[in-house]
Every structure is written in structure tokens, then in C-alpha cells.
């Protein structure tokens, strides 16, 4: 299907984000793309999209406002299309060789089923077991949105605009913790690939406005994130544990190891007695610096900043950024990364993480589609 200039630059007003505000059941509005704070209405009378913008004005066909606003109410259908896209196993026997058996259609949508020709048994496609049937892909969006920094608040208001969804602060945090369990385990096993070579420093944070000491080690070459841990001092046993757990993570030990000048990390790497060289007191102005591991500080902290309420999960969360920063998030790292890349997405370790259920269920990414009779369509969602 070959897309007209105004449809493609329809989607990119979809594609750009945050661009189109549902005021209600029939009417849109559309940030201009030319005057900044300028908006144009889009609006459902009598059977078909109208918009004010002189474009539709002025040739009375649908203009690139109104092909953003369809765009935008037909990606729930272009999730259900697409399911197929991921890798579907059986949950009870685990075989790629299955096959699709219809839909099942209940309150909340039609649900695909499966059919494993291995053990003869139907199947939803279920990932996250979210009761009353939370939709995957949602899940999985709350908890990028998540980790690229926005707040509980501010995914709340993203889904009521752009997919006329409205969950509490809460629903969105418990789908993002789950989300963040299930990239936790889909790596915990993975050794990451770093040189001889790391930097380890420490920073104060703030996790539910009580200051904590954040440790942070990354492989110098790679920038590989290895590893993360919360503490309440910043002692020789603190420093010892998050030593310990980084090569833990890398399966290894390096050959040098650069901080700053506290003296917790010789003491730690005293007690640790490996054969590991100790460059301390690294600073801007010297030969062996932490600029890259200050960079680190500075990208986790912005992250922080906003999330209230983390409390006991807050090393949970943070090791789930780090998974995110190392395999999910574009750029350097995520190539140097053992499973990153451009094949890795929320998705794909989601599936990686599929657990086989006791009892049928329909937990699977769809959504419901009612349309209209008219010639040119309207279409409404309910996602839950």
C-alpha cells in the first residue's frame, strides 16, 4: 500500500508524540505543524471528518489532520494485526509449531487462539498475567515510557490522549513493576561482554526524600552498565558488596579498576585480595579521570528526578533500568551489550519470559474495535 504526502505526513504528526489531544467522543485537536501554539479542530458531523485548517477548507477532502487523528485511533487494530509478528510458543509444551485457530470474542475484544500441533492443545497468547486483562502492549509502553524518564502522572495523561485509556497512578506502578521483574530475569543469567578495565564510583541520591549512596561500575571501553547497588553508607563493606557484584554480572574480574580518592574502595579491594590494580583519586585534570561514569551518574539521577513512592522496590527499579540502559535504550552500549541491538525490544524479552499458565486465559496485546456503518469511518476503542 502506497501512502499519499498528506497520509504520510498524517503519521508523522502520530509518530511525532504528543501532538493530538481527545476533547471528546467526536472532536480532536491537533497541534499546527507551521504556527507554534496554533491547534486545528477535527471533528465527526453527520458521518465523516471535518477539520478547520485550510487545507480541508479549501479541497473538502480529508487533510494531513485528519489522517493523523484516524492514524492515531487505528494503531490498537495495527497491534492485533501485527501480533503475529512475535514469536508465539505453546505454554504448555513449549513448540514453536503452532497454528492460528480464530478468535474468541468476550467484553473486552476479540482474543486470537492458537492451536499447538505438537500437543493438540488451543491457546491464547498470554504474557503478562494481569487479572481482568491487561493488554501486553500497554504494559510494555508504560514501562518504556517509564524508563525514558517520565513520570507515573505523566504516562497517565499520555494514555488518556493518545489511547482514551485512564488507569490510576497505581495500576500503571504495579504493570511497571511486573514489566521490570520480567527484564530483571530475562538477564540475570547473562554474562556482559567487558574489557580489563572498569570504573567504579558513588553518588548520593534521594529514594523517598531520604539520602542514599547509589554505586555505580561500568567496563571503561564498552560503557556496559555492570552493575548498581543502594546502600546507606559508603563504607569498605558497601564498596566490597557492589565490587562483588559487578563481577558477578561480568563473570570476571578486571585487571584495573579506577575511582576517586575514598578510601573505602583499598580497603574493599584489600579485602576482596584479587590481583586487581587500583588506580585512585582519578579526577578531571589527571591522566585517569571518571568522566564516563559521572556521565552515568548524571543520566541515572535525571531519571530518579520525579519518581516518588519507589521506597522498598527502589533497587529493584534501578537494576531494571540498568537491564534497560544496557539492552533497550539506543545507543553505544546497547550494541556492546550481549543481547542488545537493533533485534531487541520490549516485546521480544517479554516473550523470552512467557510462563506457562495453570488454566486458559485471554492475556493477550488486543484490543477491542467497534466500527461504524457509515461510508467513512469512525472508529472507537476500549482497551480494558
Not at 233 to 251: D, P, Q, S, V
Amino acid at each position: 500500500m502506497r501512502l499519499s504526502l498528506r497520509e504520510l505526513r498524517g503519521l508523522g504528526i502520530v509518530a511525532a508524540g504528543g501532538q493530538i489531544e481527545r476533547v471528546d467522543e467526536n472532536r480532536f485537536i491537533v497541534s499546527s505543524q507551521s504556527v507554534d501554539g496554533a491547534y486545528h479542530n477535527v471533528e465527526w458531523t453527520n458521518g465523516k471528518w471535518i477539520c478547520d485548517c485550510p487545507d480541508y477548507l479549501k479541497r473538502k477532502k480529508p487533510c494531513k489532520h485528519i489522517f493523523a487523528v484516524n492514524f492515531l485511533l487505528d494503531l490498537p487494530r495495527m497491534l492485533l494485526a501485527n501480533t503475529v509478528a512475535f514469536e508465539i510458543r505453546c505454554p504448555y509444551c513449549r513448540s514453536k509449531d503452532v497454528i492460528q485457530k480464530g478468535f474468541r470474542y468476550n467484553k473486552t475484544g476479540p482474543v486470537k487462539l492458537f492451536k499447538c500441533k505438537t500437543c493438540n492443545r488451543i491457546f491464547s497468547d498470554t504474557i503478562t498475567p494481569e487479572k481482568g486483562g491487561a493488554k501486553a502492549a500497554l504494559a510494555a509502553i508504560a514501562a518504556d515510557l517509564y524508563y525514558r524518564g517520565l513520570s507515573l502522572r505523566e504516562i497517565r495523561s499520555h494514555f488518556k490522549q493518545v489511547y482514551n485509556v485512564d488507569r490510576p497512578a497505581s495500576t500503571l506502578h504495579r504493570w511497571i513493576l511486573r514489566i521490570t521483574n520480567m527484564l530483571n530475569e530475562a538477564f540475570e543469567n547473562v554474562k556482559l561482554e567487558v574489557g580489563e578495565k572498569w570504573l567504579a564510583d558513588e553518588t548520593v541520591i534521594k529514594v523517598d526524600g531520604a539520602p542514599k549512596y547509589l554505586w555505580n561500575l561500568m567496563d571503561y571501553e564498552t560503557r556496559i552498565y555492570i552493575a548498581s547497588l543502594i546502600t546507606d553508607g559508603r563504607g569498605a563493606e558497601e564498596a566490597l558488596t557492589a565490587i562483588k557484584e559487578a563481577i558477578k554480572n561480568a563473570g570476571k574480574a578486571p585487571k584495573t579498576i579506577v575511582t576517586d580518592g575514598l578510601a573505602s574502595y583499598k580497603k574493599a579491594l584489600e579485602m576482596l585480595n584479587a590481583p586487581i590494580m587500583h588506580v585512585d583519586n582519578a579526577g578531571i585534570t589527571k591522566k585517569e579521570n571518571n568522566n564516563r561514569i559521572e556521565r552515568l551518574h548524571g543520566t541515572v539521577k535525571h531519571w530518579l528526578k520525579g519518581k516518588r513512592g519507589i521506597g522498598d522496590k527502589a533497587a529493584e527499579l534501578i537494576e531494571g533500568y540498568r537491564n534497560y540502559y544496557n539492552n533497550i535504550r539506543l545507543s553505544i552500549v546497547a550494541n556492546n551489550a550481549p543481547l542488545g541491538g537493533d533485534n531487541l525490544n520490549w516485546m521480544s524479552v517479554l516473550n523470552k519470559k512467557k510462563k506457562a499458565p495453570r488454566q486458559k486465559c485471554s492475556l493477550n496485546p488486543t484490543i477491542s474495535v467497534s466500527t461504524g456503518t457509515s461510508d467513512e469511518r469512525k472508529v472507537s476503542y476500549k482497551v480494558f
